[in-house]
């Protein structure tokens, strides 16, 4: 775990990144923050009672204590960004986000050669709450920020493998140059991958205040049901950064699980402070092998 810790170090990303402005709309990876402000007003959002990815009906679920949650053995999950070779222009910082193609392809081929199977979040959430089993060596593939190189590169190469991925959609961005427009965050659905939320414009959600709510969480999440049809019940934490007070809010909205990074899970939440690995950029298919098996 030390080693884990020593290698993500999220909050010294975080600290880094936070400063750094958004041109517009052109939203570059999590280690940029939007400066877009909006004036939104509530919205009926419904509220589907199942959640389907493998036709698992997550209201039979039975909800285990926290002690419980935190007894079941992690399992690995990745957090990737940009799919898509280094430019000159990229700064040392921003090449941690950004996985160049080969290096991307080479990891998706260790991960198969290696036995791993992807699952999708309502099968680790069945398995956090009643040890559901999963199959050998489960591993989850997680993408943040909607960039287009996610469904046009890293997609069809996990395909190959007949893995599935989770997609946090960040929804101010859909449509833009180099983000995915939403015909193709429902095809990455229709093609049995999950589509959760990662906010409106990627602000932190510990400094949200009384509409933000709505702004960053209840209009996205109900634009994302319309593309997909289906309910969106997950969600990622811009820049891996929680607090307790948002715990509630996301339950109140009947999000079931959210993602973090590398910090500790919460001992009273630990299905809202789900761990993730970021993939580094400068990680070869090798060094990425030993901090999966280090890190979980």
Same mark, same amino acid.
């Given at each position: 775990?030390?080693n884990?810790?020593?290698?993500?170090?999220?909050?010294?990303?975080?600290?880094?990144?936070?400063?750094?402005?958004?041109?517009g709309?052109? @939203?570059?990876?999590?280690?940029?923050?939007?400066?877009?402000?909006?004036?939104?007003?509530? &919205?009926?959002?419904?509220?589907?009672?199942? !959640?389907?990815?493998?036709?698992?009906?997550?209201?039979? !679920?039975k909800?285990?204590?926290?002690?419980?949650? @935190?007894?079941?053995?992690?399992?690995?999950?990745?957090?990737?960004?940009?799919?898509?070779?280094?430019?000159?222009?990229?700064?040392?910082?921003?090449?941690?986000?950004?996985v160049?193609?080969? %290096?991307?392809?080479?990891?998706?081929?260790?991960?198969?050669?290696?036995?791993?199977?992807?699952?999708?979040? %309502?099968?680790?959430?069945?398995?956090?709450?009643?040890?559901?089993?999963?199959?050998?060596?489960?591993?989850?593939?997680?993408?943040?920020?909607?960039?287009?190189?996610q469904?046009?590169?890293?997609?069809?190469?996990?395909?190959?493998? &007949?893995f599935?991925?989770?997609?946090?959609?960040?929804?101010?961005?859909?449509?833009?140059?180099?983000?995915?427009?939403?015909?193709?965050?429902k095809?990455?659905?229709? %093609?049995?991958?999950?589509?959760?939320?990662?906010?409106?414009?990627?602000?932190?959600?510990?400094?949200?205040?009384?509409?933000?709510? !709505?702004?960053?969480? %209840?209009?996205?999440?109900?634009?994302?049901?319309?593309?997909? &049809?289906?309910?969106?019940?997950?969600?990622?934490?811009?820049?891996?950064?929680?607090?307790?007070?948002?715990?509630?809010?996301?339950?109140?909205?009947?999000?079931?699980?959210?993602?973090?990074?590398?910090?500790?899970?919460?001992?009273?939440?630990?299905l809202?402070?789900i761990?993730?690995?970021?993939?580094?950029?400068?990680?070869?298919?090798?060094?990425?092998?030993?901090?999966?098996?280090?890190s979980?």
């Amino acid at each position: 775990m030390n080693n884990f810790y020593a290698v993500c170090r999220p909050k010294r990303a975080a600290s880094l990144l936070l400063p750094a402005l958004a041109l517009g709309f052109m @939203l570059n990876s999590c280690q940029f923050q939007s400066q877009i402000t909006a004036k939104a007003t509530a &919205g009926d959002i419904p509220r589907p009672k199942t !959640v389907s990815a493998k036709n698992i009906v997550l209201k039979e !679920v039975k909800a285990a204590s926290a002690a419980e949650v @935190l007894s079941r053995k992690q399992v690995p999950i990745l957090c990737y960004h940009q799919i898509r070779n280094w430019k000159a222009t990229d700064s040392k910082t921003a090449k941690d986000y950004i996985v160049q193609e080969n %290096d991307f392809k080479e990891q998706m081929k260790m991960l198969a050669d290696s036995g791993y199977h992807t699952i999708l979040p %309502d099968e680790l959430y069945q398995y956090l709450n009643e040890n559901t089993p999963l199959p050998a060596k489960p591993i989850m593939l997680t993408f943040d920020d909607t960039d287009l190189d996610q469904y046009s590169l890293a997609s069809p190469e996990m395909k190959k493998y &007949g893995f599935k991925g989770v997609f946090f959609i960040m929804t101010v961005s859909l449509g833009r140059p180099r983000y995915m427009t939403k015909d193709q965050v429902k095809e990455l659905s229709d %093609d049995g991958n999950v589509i959760a939320s990662h906010t409106w414009d990627h602000h932190n959600v510990k400094k949200y205040q009384g509409e933000d709510w !709505v702004t960053q969480i %209840d209009k996205p999440t109900k634009k994302l049901q319309e593309i997909t &049809g289906k309910p969106v019940k997950y969600f990622a934490y811009p820049f891996g950064l929680w607090n307790e007070q948002a715990i509630p809010e996301l339950k109140k909205r009947g999000f079931v699980a959210a993602f973090q990074l590398s910090e500790k899970r919460d001992q009273a939440d630990p299905l809202f402070t789900i761990r993730r690995l970021l993939a580094s950029g400068y990680w070869s298919a090798h060094t990425l092998s030993n901090n999966i098996q280090h890190s979980f």
